[in-house]
């Protein structure tokens, strides 16, 4: 399959400039591209910029649902918070900086790990989806300050309730 390339030139040319536009064509050719100009080459019977228009229509259309990023973010702060256990001389400012993240993420992150277990199961629970998923990490941060596992499940019940009254 040959790329496109867009360019453009004048309608009308001379022999010379003719000549140098047959060169510069050849040459696209012989490298793999196929010279495209909008209204000589595409118009009408193909719009222009159609291979990207079916990249982009396929990208939106024919998505495969995926794992929600909530389960790819717990099993993430479970990790971390099981390697900082497992390693006494590693702060979390030095693991956030080893992972990419500001503290103020990672602190947020790691709150996911002590989630009350009938949340953490829930959550890894969930079935792939398109988009977002139902539980976000925005919407689990109030639960996740809360120290206490009763009053976090109870909220997340709320939560569930509420995204159920909603759709």
Not at 78 to 107: D, H, S, V, Y
Request: glycine share 4%; aromatic share 6%; charged share 25%.
């Amino acid at each position: 399959m040959r790329i496109p390339v867009f360019g453009s030139c004048p309608s009308y040319l001379n022999e010379e400039q003719f000549a140098a536009k047959k060169i510069i064509l050849s040459e696209l050719d012989r490298v793999g591209f196929e010279w495209r100009s909008i209204g000589q080459t595409d118009y009408p019977t193909q719009f222009p910029l159609r291979e990207v228009f079916l990249a982009v229509l396929a990208k939106h259309v024919v998505q495969k649902p995926k794992p929600p990023r909530i389960q790819a973010l717990l099993k993430r702060a479970r990790e971390n918070k099981a390697r900082l256990a497992a390693t006494p001389a590693l702060t979390k400012e030095a693991l956030a900086r080893e992972i990419g993240i500001n503290p103020g993420q990672f602190a947020r992150l790691l709150q996911l790990a002590d989630l009350a277990p009938e949340i953490q199961q829930h959550i890894l629970a969930l079935p792939p989806t398109l988009g977002h998923g139902p539980i976000t990490e925005r919407r689990l941060r109030p639960i996740a300050k809360l120290a206490n596992p009763q009053e976090q499940t109870i909220l997340f019940r709320g939560l569930l309730q509420l995204d159920r009254t909603a759709h």
